[in-house]
């Protein structure tokens, strides 16, 4: 049961601490001010109804200093909460269906960009994953702090690479001669450089593609089309003093029941070998990414994942 009211959290006790503890993972934040707290509200996808947004204004006019602060999260904070008041903050929050956040070593709220829903360059539906991301793992005791995030497609507006999971819309491309008035266009619009072309042959280097799709809607005979949609994974990226972007899993996994079982076989191994206090990346880096890539993996020849 967290105390509310314990003063100086964290500073004179263990029981203390461990109110501080329990009061972080509710996202409820000790400030610089004595007795304050910024109270962060869970916005998953970053999506708040109207009648959500004026309920999080109220509760910080009530009791806060008025201010918000929209979060790198895709949440938003209410600063300067007196201790004795964040119980009440928080029911109010609790009673149009919203949560506090989440700070500390655990599952933070998991992130995305609007994908295809609305974005015309969205490959994927990220609204439905991120949902189910964050039902199934916010809050998660981890070994330290972990993020997710989903982004529609290359162009990584969620930025899918700084997060310990980050989710990517792909699409692998194919071309077909019997379609093609070798014009050339897909070669120019190619933002990598991915794609040569000798002797009417166009030739894709997989090494160099980023799976965008960019052939495809720059063609104008459909010669380029979408061989396959589906989902990359990145896994151990991070920010902070010691940044390191996320590794891509070498496949396009073709279903989302593929991606979720990968997701949880990246959480799980991370559960069972990471050490307290070391990021998922750091761990990756110790065990060696690829041994930690032949356990995730699971089983390549799988019909629904696709060699990408």
Known sequence: MVNY???????????????????????????????LFALRVHGVAGDFTPEQLRKIADVAQKYGKGLIHLTGR???????????????????????????????????????????ATCKR????????TRRLDEKYFRLDMPHRFRMSVTGCPNNCARATEN?????GAIEPRWQKSECY????????????????????????????TNCGTCASSCPNAAWTA??????????????????????????????????????????YYRAYGKRGERLGDMMERVGTESFLAQVMGDEGDPTISSG
């Open 74 to 116: 895709q949440g938003a904070e209410i600063h300067s909460v007196p201790r004795m008041y964040l119980e009440s903050a928080t029911k109010e929050i609790e009673s149009l269906g919203m949560a506090s956040g989440a700070s500390g070593p655990f599952v933070h709220v998991t992130a995305s960009c609007p994908g295809n």
């Open 182 to 209: 070798n014009c050339g266009a897909c070669v120019y619009a190619c933002p990598v450089g991915a794609i040569t072309v000798t002797d009417g042959q166009y030739v894709v280097d997989r090494a160099r593609c």
């Open 5 to 35: 009211q314990t003063k100086n959290f964290g500073r004179k006790d263990m029981e203390n601490r461990a109110d501080a503890e329990a009061l972080r993972k509710l996202g409820m934040i000790e400030q610089r001010q004595e007795g």
């Open 227 to 268: 061989a396959k949609r589906g989902y990359v994974l990145w896994a151990g990226g991070m920010m902070g003093k010691v940044p390191r972007l996320a590794t891509k899993l070498p496949v396009l996994f073709a279903s989302k029941d593929a991606l979720f079982d990968a997701i949880n076989r990246v959480i799980e």
């Open 122 to 129: 969205g490959v994927i539906e990220t609204k439905e994953i």
């Open 164 to 168: 310990e999971i980050g989710v990517m």
